[in-house]
């Protein structure tokens, strides 16, 4: 069921990962959730052990892959980090998603991780739209070499607005999920996406204004697009991004439950 806004949000308990182990095989992490770890709770049950490496899947870019460690097959998801850069947060949630029954590619657009918002404007401005194309494409065909059966992008901040880029680039995808990313809302443009988006908002956000987000939302439907656009009252931008000032965690796991359900319909 399509729901175009979300009131304030009176969920249970959440907590953030707490408690992960880590062993080495060859060359290779395992990641494992612990029995017991109240975040399984927020995350979903179904978390499987996952294995990690760091693999070079474009000229000069090198990704963070998740999947899980039994070899599956699975579907694939390319996921695009915020305007920080691949750092360890987006490295937790491939792992989180991952350990739900998908090949996750964390992908690289900038070479570094910004420490001050400064470094991570700069990086930012100095990305090639063409070539960040390229980029997470390349992610999308190492994904289906190592066997993925189906295919979505995922990313946050800057990396919503990468995969709106990725879903109109005519890559073959089964969905897009953005989280407060920059829109397109040229329904010309928006009419070349063949898979259904899923979009999470804050009321809040300053960046990417409530307006826009329903203009994107009626061009979607204008043009046909299956979709699913929810915004969260009182959250303002990145209000997912534990580590920041608007973390909003209630709304958080809502989202995060919406986006593997979403997922979940779609790839599987």
Request: proline content about 3%; charged content about 20%; aromatic content about 10%.
């Amino acid at each position: 069921m399509k729901k175009k806004s979300k009131s304030s949000i009176r969920a249970s308990h959440y907590t953030i990962l707490a408690a992960m182990f880590a062993m080495a095989i060859v060359g290779s992490y395992l990641y494992a959730f612990p029995a017991g770890t109240t975040n399984s709770d927020a995350m979903g049950s179904a978390q499987l052990a996952v294995e990690t490496m760091d693999v070079g899947y474009f000229e000069g870019a090198n990704g963070f892959l998740a999947r899980p460690a039994d070899g599956g097959p699975y579907p694939g998801v390319v996921v695009v980090h915020e305007w920080w850069g691949l750092n360890d947060g987006i490295k937790d949630a491939a792992v989180k998603l991952a350990s739900h029954g998908y090949i996750v590619m964390a992908v690289d657009l900038y070479g570094e991780v910004a420490t001050t918002p400064e470094r991570a404007r700069e990086l930012t401005s100095a990305v090639n739209k063409t070539r960040a194309v390229e980029n997470m494409r390349a992610a999308a065909g190492y994904l289906r070499g190592e066997g993925a059966t189906k295919m979505a992008s995922l990313g946050w901040c800057f990396g919503g607005g990468q995969s709106m880029n990725l879903a109109l680039s005519g890559e073959d995808l089964d969905a897009t999920v953005i989280y407060y990313g920059t829109l397109v809302t040229d329904e010309a443009q928006l009419a070349s996406i063949g898979q259904p988006v899923l979009g999470i908002f804050g009321g809040e956000d300053r960046s990417i204004n409530v307006s826009v987000v329903r203009q994107f939302d009626a061009a979607l439907d204008n043009v046909g697009i299956e979709n699913e656009i929810y915004i969260y009252d009182g959250v303002g931008h990145a209000f997912a991004n534990p580590s920041g000032a608007n973390y909003a965690p209630d709304e958080t796991r809502d989202a995060w439950d919406k986006t593997l359900d979403f997922l979940d319909r779609h790839l599987k």
